[in-house]
């Protein structure tokens, strides 16, 4: 539990991040600055924050995934259900008995709204903001979700957690796309997770090597973590990972029409990029996977509805083609190409 009034310090550190223009297209994130400086913002009559962590510790090591290049790597927050809808749920009943004993206001909030929940959980004892900006627990390690319930009633504070990285840099060293300018700082617009989630256009080609086969998200920063040693395998059956989504086959995912894609991803946090969106990340991961065979399923979305596929499918034909079997396939079909953006990637 901590303060509504607790985290004044994130202001300017948020303020830096968005003056650096870090957040990418995440223009959300500097429209709402203003009221993430304190939860009274969202509501005045906020006096406490019970902050709530949710354990989704994998049973299996997320880096070993990456050594199968014809196969996805998939964030182990997406291998079930969508944590939003599950925490909230539970949230909400925590918070119905709280005001039923206390006869307090509560409000429940769960990364739905603009609540610096990382330094309020800090604030709450729950953990602390590691170098890689997002929350360790001495307990869980880095696989904690988080909820919060503000409460108009005020409540005693927990002591606030201490910093407990020490001088370690595993979580800095191993990201594949350098996005720490710094430790505790993170450059999104390099971080494979927001280039795969948040960004919506085509993937800047500096990174695509990197993103390697993964398809939505990235654990690297995580998984490395040495206070994992500590960590727990979630005991919550819908956060355990689906085996359909562990390192699933890049070419039956590149299958999927819009209706596939719906079916197969129900209930999932990847059903809201969109199946245009997942296909471009698909089809780059097929362009890493130096696999020879997937030309073919490349090749098939090139004449996708989606400018945004057909890009991504003609990188991964550069990719996996020797360079006059693509010259040829440029031939077939750049006179029938009408998007200027596939076309400058069949240029380069």
Known sequence: MTGADAIAHATPRLRQFL??????????????????????ALWPDAASVVMVGINYGPDRNPLEALAQKDRAAISVYAGNRDYHDLIKGKLKVLAGRFKARTGSEVKVFVDTAPLMEKPLAEAAGLGWQGKHTN???RAFGSWLFLGAIVTSLRLPDDAPESDACGTCRACLDICPTNAFPAPYQLDARRCISYLTIEHEGPIPREFRKAIGNRIYGCDD???VCPWNKFAQVTREAK??????RVSPSLAALADLDETGFRQQFSASPIKRIGRDRFLRNVLVAIGNSATPALAGTAERHLGDPSPLVR?????????????????????RYCAEETDAEVLAEWRQ
């Open 239 to 244: 956060l355990k990972a689906r085996e359909d």
């Open 221 to 223: 920063c995580l998984a």
């Open 19 to 40: 003056q650096a223009g870090r957040h990418g297209t995440m223009a959300w994130l500097e429209t709402e600055a203003e009221r993430r400086a304190s939860p009274r």
């Open 311 to 331: 890009g991504a499918a003609v990188w991964a034909l550069s990719e996996l083609l020797p360079p006059q079997a693509f010259a040829e396939t440029a031939d």
């Open 135 to 137: 929350l360790v627990s």
